[in-house]
């Protein structure tokens, strides 16, 4: 499993011989930066959209692009927010869901919990998270920002099921994303 995470704290606590690496890799990477920041849903189809609501309060909005199968990767899934929201909330939520979806043991569980938490940030009312669903894991963007990969088609699948599984606590919101503009 591998996670990619950017995050000025760990640069500047590393050692300098680490921060030098850092620096060599990323002038490495530097062609693939217009990569990683590429719209994330390019080259996929809009299907459909729909609200999140809990407890009569509208919390995000959402959108699927997919290919020609929406519950199997490439896919991207937008979420919208409408409330503040930590992002350690929503890493126990997601972690909440996969666990009430079934299947997945509790240390698996914890260890994408933790992984979550450093990815996801807080949001305020119109900012937004993309989860962009490959065969190899996934990738998030916040604001159209690359903030993180999770390397592990297993997590890639637990979490998008929170959405697209049948079995899913809002069935009504899969409905409407699995319906094609």
């Given at each position: ?69 929406p519950i199997r990767p490439p896919l991207a899934l937008k979420l919208t927010y409408k409330r503040n929201i930590t992002g350690k909330d929503i890493a126990d939520a997601s972690v909440n869901e996969i666990r009430n979806l079934g299947g997945v043991d509790e240390g698996r569980l914890k260890l994408w919990g933790e992984l979550m938490g450093r990815i996801f940030p ?60």
């Open positions: 499993m591998s996670c990619i995470l950017n995050s000025p704290i760990a640069d500047l606590a590393a050692p300098a011989s680490s921060r030098r690496r850092r620096l060599v890799l990323a002038l490495l990477s530097a062609p693939f930066a217009a990569f990683a920041a590429a719209d994330p849903t390019a080259g996929l189809t809009r299907w459909g959209s729909g609200e999140f609501r809990r407890f009569g309060f509208l919390v995000y909005e959402a959108v699927l692009w997919a290919g020609d199968d807080d949001v305020r009312p119109g900012d937004h998270i993309v989860g962009l669903y490959l065969p190899e894991g996934a990738r998030f963007f916040h604001n159209n920002r690359l903030i993180g990969v999770i390397g592990e088609p297993e997590f890639a699948r637990a979490f998008f099921a929170i959405w697209l599984d049948p079995k899913t606590s809002a069935p009504a919101l899969r409905a409407a994303l699995l319906r094609r503009s």
